[in-house]
């Protein structure tokens, strides 16, 4: 909060460890500050989102939604790193992440940091496509104190309350609560994406504390734990209903010393996921997922030129092999992390970086009688290097130009390594899923040119940034089939590469005051290059489910206690995978136009009523595969105290 006052603009530390302004950050950057959050008039994390230049949300279920950044979005979608105050929640067991299980209330959320493009030697693996980093209001430093509650349409009532309590000048402790109970959309289950709706309901709680001990030395604490129950599209195009428990623990150091700032931060995730009925539609009964991470980092400059930042990370994931149990797969990883940030002149700012990988596999416990392998098939180990590159000049105060290369690194998801090991029968024939314990990871090396432009004759910013990229070894699940004693078995492969080609155009500004605007144009072409031409057979398909043009425009205005925005999106027509087992078809998706909104009036000092809505143009609208979304309107009443 300080240096934003300072710089004038909004602030990261995220990237380099150093504060500094987002448009001198390395990377493709935007900031969804606490006033965009509230004013978007969402009522989850993906809703905030949908607004975003540059990301895409395939809203799946009236809870479920599936978040990605410059295309490539799916059912379970695996590219993007998420991360809560530096601890990751992309869950490694289907490599994708659980958005309604993350425990943070949007009242808690000082700003959500959106990084375009791969940029794992910066935050870590599983960044192939982009990062959405979202920060909290610090405990003893910002006195948060905020209840929520809201009811609308599909039977919504949800509440959410974010109390902190100072325990001395530089103690604290946050407590965040939330809780939702409603229905799903009513619109028809598509032939194609056949499964049973069942109830939706939510509840989070947070508990995060910070101790300052010395002037030097600060320690942090966050317990959490989240309790959902919705419908789901996974990754097999399938609408299930699930049961998704996540617990959390982490501890974090940070010492300022001589030696520069140091933090030693560890933290353990867990994480169930039940299917009701335990095998019911061909799925698994039960998931289990447990992540142990250890980091130590330190930051520190030579001369007032030179920022560097060097650190290591040791992670171990597990998880029981499921429909049939008795299996562990399992997997450690050491990784090590250079960066250096160089000053060149006042103007022109280089900063490289480069992480290393190295990933050490396991298997033990009960395989599957003749399938060709051995727990010993999963004694293996690989190791990927990533790197991040960018120049920035800031040529004068209205001009910013931007060049960066990368390479991000996504390791295959615990099922992809042999989680799943299922016998079943199709048509009379026996078939054998089994994961593949040389299955390799997917890289994204991508290149990006960026200019930010202040123009102060209309009070607004230009932003326009070129990327392309290349993705290679991408994996599918079904990719393949092989005839093994008693039937066929089915195995994830490497199946090839894609490439995209993209523009992201946004110009936003500011009028009279009282009034607040924007509009973005993101053009894209992706072109796929798999061994088989038969590209639905192997349930990936992005040349076709990839918009090739999206826009996106907001507008708002405030005039004493009232506040109002909207926010248009439209999407041309584009494709979507429907169920496949082995075969799968593309649904059309013809090119539509989504309008959100939201109207609010402040009471008193402490309360504040509101209105908002989405998909406000129409009942009911095709926007993915799945069932048709449907309007949603949602009144509430904030009360700060």
Do not use: C
């Not at 300022?256 to 867990?270: A, E, F, K, R």
């Amino acid at each position: 909060g300080a240096a934003k006052e300072i710089f004038g603009e909004d602030v990261t530390a995220s990237v380099t460890g150093s504060p500094q302004r987002a448009s001198d950050a390395p990377a493709d950057f935007e900031i969804v500050t606490a006033d965009e959050i509230r004013r978007s008039g969402a009522h989850d994390i993906p809703g905030v989102l949908s607004h975003v230049t540059g990301v895409d949300v395939l809203q799946w279920t009236n809870d479920d939604a599936d978040v990605a950044i410059h295309g490539y979005n799916q059912a379970y979608s695996p590219r993007t790193l998420v991360l809560i105050d530096g601890r990751q929640v992309y869950a490694d067991f289907y490599g994708y992440t659980p958005w309604s299980t993350l425990p943070v209330e949007l009242g808690a959320i000082r700003q959500i940091e959106v990084v375009r493009g791969p940029n794992s030697a910066l935050f870590g693996f599983n960044a192939a496509g982009g990062v959405i980093n979202i920060i909290t209001y610090n405990p003893p430093q910002d006195g948060v104190n905020t209840a929520t509650s809201s009811a609308g349409t599909q039977g919504l009532a949800q509440a959410s309350a974010v109390g902190t309590f100072k325990l001395g000048a530089d103690t604290g402790v946050r407590v965040q609560i939330g809780g939702r109970r409603d229905d799903d959309f009513s619109t028809p289950i598509p032939a194609a994406v056949f499964g049973a709706r069942g109830s939706e309901s939510r509840a989070s709680i947070d508990i995060a504390g910070a101790m300052q001990l010395s002037d030097k030395l600060r320690f942090d604490i966050d317990l959490s734990h989240s309790a959902v129950d919705q419908n789901d599209i996974p990754n097999t195009n399938t609408l299930v209903n699930l049961t998704t428990d996540t617990n959390s623990v982490l501890g974090r150091a940070v010492l300022d010393s001589s030696l520069g700032l140091t933090q030693l931060q560890v933290y353990n995730n867990w994480l169930t996921e039940t299917f009701p009925g335990e095998a019911s539609n061909g799925f698994p009964g039960k998931l289990t997922n447990q992540v142990t991470v250890a980091q130590l980092q330190d930051i520190f400059k030579l001369g007032s030129d030179h920022t560097l930042r060097g650190s290591f990370e040791y992670r171990h994931s597990t998880m029981s092999t499921t429909p049939i149990a008795g299996g562990h797969i399992f997997y450690d990883v050491l990784s090590g992390a250079a960066m250096w940030e160089w000053k060149i002149t006042p103007n022109v700012t280089a900063t490289n970086a480069l992480r290393v990988d190295y990933l050490k596999l396991g298997r033990d416990g009960f395989l599957v009688s003749g399938v060709p392998y051995t727990d010993a098939s999963w004694d293996r180990s690989l190791m990927e290097p990533s790197f991040n590159s960018s120049l920035v000049w800031r040529s004068d105060d209205l001009d910013t130009f931007r060049l960066i290369a990368s390479r991000g690194v996504q390791l295959p998801n615990m099922e992809d390594f042999g989680g799943i090991q299922e016998v079943t029968s199709l048509s009379g024939l026996r078939l054998a899923l089994i994961g593949l314990p040389t299955i390799g990871p997917t890289a994204v090396t991508s290149f990006q040119a960026a200019w930010d432009h202040t123009i102060p004759s209309l009070n607004a910013r230009l932003q326009v940034t070129l990327y392309h990229q290349t993705t290679s070894a991408i994996v599918s699940e079904t990719g393949q089939v092989s005839f093994i004693p008693f039937g066929v078995l089915v195995s994830p492969a490497n199946i090839g590469d894609s490439r995209a080609t993209g523009l992201d155009i946004e110009l936003s500004g500011k009028f009279r005051d009282d009034w607040r605007w924007s509009v973005a144009y993101t053009p894209e072409i992706v072109t796929d290059h798999f061994i088989t031409p038969t590209l639905v057979a192997l349930g990936v398909e992005y040349q076709h489910t990839t918009p090739v043009h999206t826009v996106k425009a907001s507008l708002g205005w405030s005039h004493g206690n009232w506040e109002a925005d909207g926010f248009l999106r439209y999407e041309s027509t584009f494709y979507g995978l429907t169920s496949r087992f082995l075969t799968g078809a593309l649904a059309r998706i013809d090119g539509y136009v989504a309008l959100d909104g939201r109207v609010a009036y402040k009471l008193t000092d402490r309360v504040t009523l509101s209105l908002s809505g989405q998909n406000l143009t129409q009942s009911s609208q095709r926007q993915t595969s799945g069932p048709n979304v449907e309007r949603r309107v949602v009144g509430g009443i904030t009360v700060g105290f």
